[in-house]
């Protein structure tokens, strides 16, 4: 007999773009797995972030707030312990809480000039030196299979599990062939079994296969994939010809003449920002070596989320089982000539795929491009789960709306927020249809595209006085959302 509430199985991945899916229109990649998820359910073609960054996102992901509200606006904030975060709602409802592989909600380094509190630390290199295991429940999680980290830099449970001399094989000068030279980018040696992105699927697989409890169940599954390093491991590391590789990044010749000039301080490597470390000065030959390795990644993620497919179809859970697909950011790829991720609201980088199967088949197939932020992936979960929303929520859920209705029109912009101390900036960003502005906080330049006419965002209108009109009116647009978006905690508990 199926429960009452659904089981619900995430999985997420890190620093990939919709565009690197099959379902989202790219031919040159495969992903049999994920395009099953989009032909079985429902796809999003418009969903944003509320910062393209990790920390911040998935800190949205976990609380339903704006990065302003919920205190991480950058890398390297830990997010606050008294934050009602969603497994913690739903391990005190009931579900059973389980995450295997990244989570990040705490900084990956101990460097700072004030030292992290012990719980600030259970996320960091120095931690796992000399642990093997963290308390739970870790934000709400009773099953924790921890792995921070990326390429040969994976450390948590998995660093555990295993030897360093294999571990050692994902290092650059252990590649298969020698590099390149193409940035972060090789063919890593090690053996797909000890890849972190295989064991996290297998500790899935096993509590799947173990599962026995009447409560229903809620598993964060996070590959820490295709963030950089580019370095797969055979046979995905040549599984595309980087010659045969499609690139054509949304770019043109002195584009960055009309940008702010941190952009060009950030290309040629003279300005740090989070996201990106060096300059982003990259030849085409390297790019679609890159962009090949990116895809031998998300074609690797794509195998073991089939592999974890095909357990929760044996077990006899796919029934009652939601099954959700997203990341938590993009990565510029050659747009507009960077590379990662950083202070630059582009699309590229702020739309993100999402995907949602619902049991029994329930809107199989459809395509939605209503626009959704991730602010609203929190309440929208707490909505399946029959749980009433916290105090200090700023998302809303689109089940009714968009996942068992047809509502075009859910949002008529998404807001977006960007703080970084090493910019020594603020941005706040909207985007509707028709327009994107960001704006800075320390400096008189902006960003303004006519998405209409220019939807790769090439043209900046900024300065252009046919647009002054335009561009006030947005303005007043994006103050109320940033008002909107700052924390309505603590409540009032007086009249004085």
């Known amino acids: 007999m199926p429960r009452s509430r659904p089981n619900i199985l995430c999985f997420i991945t890190d620093q990939q773009r919709a565009d690197h899916l099959g379902c989202y229109g790219n031919s040159d ?74 989570v990040h909600l705490n900084p990956y380094g101990i460097d700072l000039i004030t030292p992290l509190s012990p719980t600030e630390s259970y996320e960091s290199f120095q931690y796992w030196e000399d642990h093997n295991d963290l308390p739970r429940p870790y934000f709400g999680f009773e099953h924790v299979y921890l792995t921070c980290g990326h390429g040969p830099y994976a450390f948590g449970h998995y660093s555990w599990e295993i030897p360093a001399e294999r571990r050692a094989l994902q290092q650059i000068e252990n590649a298969l062939t020698k590099p390149s030279g193409a940035k972060e980018s090789w ?23 173990n599962y026995e409890s009447e409560q229903p169940f809620f598993i964060w599954c996070s590959f820490p994939d295709p963030h950089h390093p580019y370095s797969p491991p055979m046979p995905y590391s ?36 989070g996201g990106l470390e060096g300059g982003a000065q990259i030849s ?7 962009l090949a390795h990116t895809y ?29 697909f997203l990341s938590d950011h993009g990565d510029l790829m050659g747009d507009h000539w960077l590379i990662n991720k950083g202070p630059f609201l582009f699309r590229g980088l702020t739309r993100i795929p999402m995907i949602w ?33 916290p105090p200090g929520v700023q998302g809303r859920s689109f089940k009714s709306d968009i ?26 960003h909207i985007r509707s249809p028709e327009w994107a502005l960001t704006y800075h906080a320390n400096r008189k330049d902006g960003l303004l595209y006519n998405l ?45």
């Open 357 to 389: 199967r619902l049991p029994e088949g329930n809107s199989a197939g459809k395509r939605t491009q209503a626009m959704v932020s991730a602010v609203d992936f929190y309440p929208t979960i707490l909505d399946f789960a029959g749980l009433p929303l």
């Open 452 to 496: 209409q006419d220019d939807p790769q965002e090439l043209y900046n209108l900024w300065n252009d006085d046919a647009y002054q009109s335009i561009k006030s009116h947005l303005l007043e647009d994006l103050l109320n959302q940033n008002i909107q978006a700052a924390s309505y905690l603590p409540a009032r508990k007086a009249h004085a």
């Open 238 to 273: 040549d599984m595309y010809n980087p010659q045969q590789i499609t690139f054509s990044p949304a770019r043109r010749d002195g584009e960055l003449d009309d940008l702010p000039e941190y952009f060009r301080a950030v290309y040629k490597g003279e300005q740090r920002v």
């Open 284 to 290: 085409d030959d390297h790019y679609r070596e890159i």
């Open 187 to 209: 063919k890593s040696a090690l053996d797909e079994k000890d890849h972190y992105n295989t064991r996290i699927a297998d500790h899935t697989i096993e509590f799947l296969e």
């Open 29 to 102: 990649i495969q992903t049999p797995n994920i395009d099953r998820l989009a032909q079985d359910g429902i796809t999003f073609t418009e969903f944003y972030v509320t910062n393209p960054l990790c920390m911040p996102s998935r800190a949205t992901l976990f609380t339903g707030q704006y990065p302003q509200a919920h205190g991480v606006r950058e890398n390297g904030i830990a997010l606050p312990q008294l934050e009602t975060v969603l497994p913690e709602m739903l391990r005190q409802s009931g579900y059973t809480t389980a995450s295997f592989g990244k």
């Open 296 to 324: 031998g990644m998300i074609s690797m993620v794509d195998h073991n989320v089939g592999r974890i497919m095909k357990t929760l179809e044996i077990q006899g859970l796919l029934d009652n089982t939601i099954v959700i």
């Open 403 to 428: 996942l068992l209705g047809d509502e075009p029109e859910f949002r008529e912009r998404v807001y977006i927020e960007y703080d970084s101390t090493y910019l020594g900036e603020r941005l706040r």
